[in-house]
């Protein structure tokens, strides 16, 4: 089974990549997975920058931290393929996990966030462990949606052997470190982000600069300029991860 | 000019493959700077490590948040090429920036380290304006020791076409982002860790995993595995920046 | 000479409690300010909330991190007493201090913020000892605006002696520890909240709740009940600091 | 029953204040609690602190944050009555809550640690809905050990009308807002700490003030002048709670 997962789709220029390049590659993967926390104009996933996704040929969207900026998301959460974090208190609406098939396998797939510099969810460890006791499929997939570096590694080892990959996403900036850990599982820290990458992790330059340098609160507005698509490439087989590399794409 | 600039080096594994692989490509490089905060058994730098890194070929030595975890540091900070971030107060033993020549031609380096998910030091925009306004030289490198990317991503473009590159350290991961930003600066979220990558951050997985799994305080332990090697190498000509991209070496 | 301070006025309850009391005592007092950063629906000071403070007896209203709020208070900064944390960055609107004269002696009020669990603004002590050095007057007040415990009573003994009195505000609660320092300055950690304390820090209790409860975005309301009237009230005579102690009244 | 909660005891000026008190009033208490966190020169509580404690007249000593700053603490967490936070994971030594009896009448004790500004621990709210579903007793008094008011008094809202007294801890300034809320709860913010006031929170001036003046990290010392007895009384009477207040003695 081949899955490209799609790290977090920013705003018009990350649709616009994903819109553009994913139709010429979509058939040699057999599941594709995006993360469209950032979808609407920096801000959630609404139902247009949903549809694009989907038309483009993304199988399943995942949320983050963003999931709840634009109100629509509360029907997508409802009716179609679409994942929040799984660690959200019991009762929020939608759910953390997704079974998907292909070519008679299954893969699970979960999101977790992560509480380092974050808000204070549920335990994500426990959270994991209760949920990977009750679903079973042929591959699992987790995506962490974090901040810092070191609890996403304790995650990955913490699920190292159990699961068949980890994937990291939330920073915006791929990482070089796709790797196999000592029990098997595939890790990378970080996907990367799909848009605009001459920006402030997807935010225009002047704007997200003059936070900084003003301490004051200053409008959002994305990025414009040309977009990189990237994404990371797992192939498993046999029940296991056999290879995880980045996949990148640049606009013409 | 070709510079090297070398990744958190983490422990004794970091500094065993230093001392293994950097004298081999030494001679490849006018200048070799490596970021020492955690060489000394992951908390900051002693004696012993700082000559580990320079018999190996080390030029200069920088650090980080954790440049005052060992009390030896002062006497470094005093004597030798050790720089520490630019943004400490007014007072700080050390200094945050230092001159480097090679073939003719000068390299300005300064540190300093981000307030997000940070401790408040001063304010590292204007603390930089101030320094280049007063310190010229041929070529311009900044190292910016931060959490969040968004940080990093605002320093690189504040300084954008007023120095010649800007390298991030801290999350001891590497980042697949090295590029040229728009008015000419080389750019590279973090450079990531010299170390043991079947880690966490470095440390030893069971007890810095127990941390997240217990939420009490547990010992640090440095991993003890086969090291990487991580670096960025730069590529400096007429004034300008020419080319950036990661160096990895992994022990055998 | 005799001043109020009057806590962080919380929305309506707030302005209508400050409205009701503080003209029958205004003639008891020299000089009365107020932390105007929540007068407007909580959100910042606008000219109606202004309006209504001054025409109760207000002399000068401080803002803190709530001040860019609202938008009319970039022209109240302009034009009106009104005083914004002075370890904003250099160019920020406004200004962080104000000389009030009364009965022929003179009153400097600076607010400087904190930055623990709080923004990176500049260093508040080294600010401060900037402006002391140029600014003289009969007393000195120093409000700090500011979320740690630690870090008020850090700047509190670091004037110690230096000025009169450096009151604390932003938590919304008053704390029972109005005292003199060893060297004479008269000091209380918070002043508290002039507003509705049947609440959640002058939230409504419901959608404040819903917050913690479910860990998503809810919106903002300020609370309705009947309000509280926290200030401290200051005695200051012969160019020192001779009482402090809280001043509560509550509507009936 | 009338109840003495004793606020965070801090080091030997706090254990002295407590020894040389305490039992000049022990009885017109049926019960006395203390936080003991910071008995152990402020980090944690050993044998002989505890010991101190309650030969002065405590029933139960109560934790936090600070609970295993000292590894004496497991001891006594197994054999003595101890409570640490009830909202560590699963598994953590200790418990989290205590049955004490007087008079015929049971009071039941339970500590909560909040999760804004402070570590991740698991949800305190659900939390408490679990332990009160099924422990029951005459009293119920939650402690809540936490930095930010809002959590706290989000805390005290969700409970109120369902335990009969909610006191925080830990910013070690005593708050003057103890109050009946509106379904019956008496509440206060923050209890105060038991110690030095002379001080940063119970830490040594010098020392402490220096890691805010130079960012660099500094041997923590307990303050050691004339100390303060801060604590909260409660009476209780027929399931209900009749008044709180604060009790305060200083040394002579
Ligand atoms: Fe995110
Ligand atoms: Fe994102
Ligand atoms: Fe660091
Ligand atoms: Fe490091
Ligand atoms: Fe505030
Ligand atoms: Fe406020
Ligand atoms: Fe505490
Ligand atoms: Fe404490």
Same mark, same amino acid.
């Given at each position: 089974?081949?899955?490209?997962?799609?790290?977090?789709?920013?705003?018009?220029?990350?649709?616009?990549?994903?819109?553009?390049?994913?139709?010429?590659?979509?058939?040699?993967?057999?599941?594709?997975?995006?993360?469209?926390?950032?979808?609407?104009?920096?801000?959630?996933?609404?139902?247009?920058?949903?549809?694009?996704?989907?038309?483009?040929?993304?199988?399943?969207?995942?949320?983050?931290?963003?999931?709840?900026?634009?109100?629509?998301?509360?029907?997508?959460?409802?009716?179609?393929?679409?994942?929040? #974090?799984?660690?959200?208190?019991?009762?929020?609406?939608?759910?953390?996990?997704?079974?998907?098939?292909?070519?008679?396998?299954?893969?699970?797939?979960?999101?977790?966030?992560?509480?380092?510099?974050?808000?204070?969810?549920?335990?994500?460890?426990?959270?994991?462990?209760?949920?990977?006791?009750?679903?079973?499929?042929?591959?699992?997939?987790?995506?962490?949606?974090?901040?810092?570096?070191?609890?996403?590694?304790?995650?990955?080892?913490?699920?190292?052997?159990?699961?068949?990959?980890?994937?990291?996403?939330?920073?915006?900036?791929?990482?070089?470190? #796709?790797?196999?850990?000592?029990?098997?599982?595939?890790?990378?820290?970080?996907?990367?982000?799909?848009?605009?990458?001459?920006?402030?992790?997807?935010?225009?330059?002047?704007?997200?600069?003059?936070?900084?340098?003003?301490?004051?609160?200053?409008?959002?507005? #994305?990025?414009?300029?040309?977009?990189?698509?990237?994404?990371?490439?797992?192939?498993?087989?046999?029940?296991?991860?056999?290879?995880?590399?980045?996949?990148?794409?640049?606009?013409?």
């Amino acid at each position: 089974m081949r899955v490209l997962f799609i790290g977090d789709v920013m705003a018009e220029p990350g649709l616009r990549v994903v819109s553009l390049h994913l139709p010429d590659i979509r058939d040699q993967y057999d599941l594709v997975i995006a993360n469209g926390e950032n979808a609407a104009k920096g801000k959630g996933l609404d139902r247009r920058s949903y549809r694009i996704l989907r038309e483009a040929g993304v199988d399943l969207v995942s949320l983050g931290n963003h999931a709840w900026d634009h109100k629509e998301v509360y029907e997508l959460l409802e009716r179609e393929p679409v994942v929040r #974090a799984l660690n959200y208190p019991p009762g929020t609406p939608g759910r953390g996990w997704w079974r998907l098939d292909a070519g008679g396998e299954s893969l699970l797939f979960v999101q977790v966030m992560g509480r380092v510099f974050m808000d204070p969810l549920d335990d994500p460890f426990r959270t994991l462990d209760a949920l990977l006791a009750q679903e079973k499929a042929d591959y699992v997939l987790v995506e962490v949606h974090a901040e810092a570096t070191s609890e996403k590694m304790a995650l990955a080892h913490y699920l190292d052997g159990r699961v068949t990959a980890v994937l990291g996403t939330h920073t915006h900036v791929p990482t070089l470190d #796709a790797m196999r850990l000592p029990k098997g599982t595939l890790y990378q820290t970080d996907v990367g982000m799909t848009g605009t990458y001459a920006s402030i992790i997807g935010g225009e330059v002047e704007t997200f600069l003059a936070r900084f340098l003003t301490g004051r609160p200053q409008p959002f507005r #994305a990025a414009q300029g040309r977009a990189r698509f990237h994404a990371t490439e797992l192939v498993l087989e046999g029940g296991k991860g056999v290879s995880i590399g980045p996949y990148v794409w640049e606009e013409p």
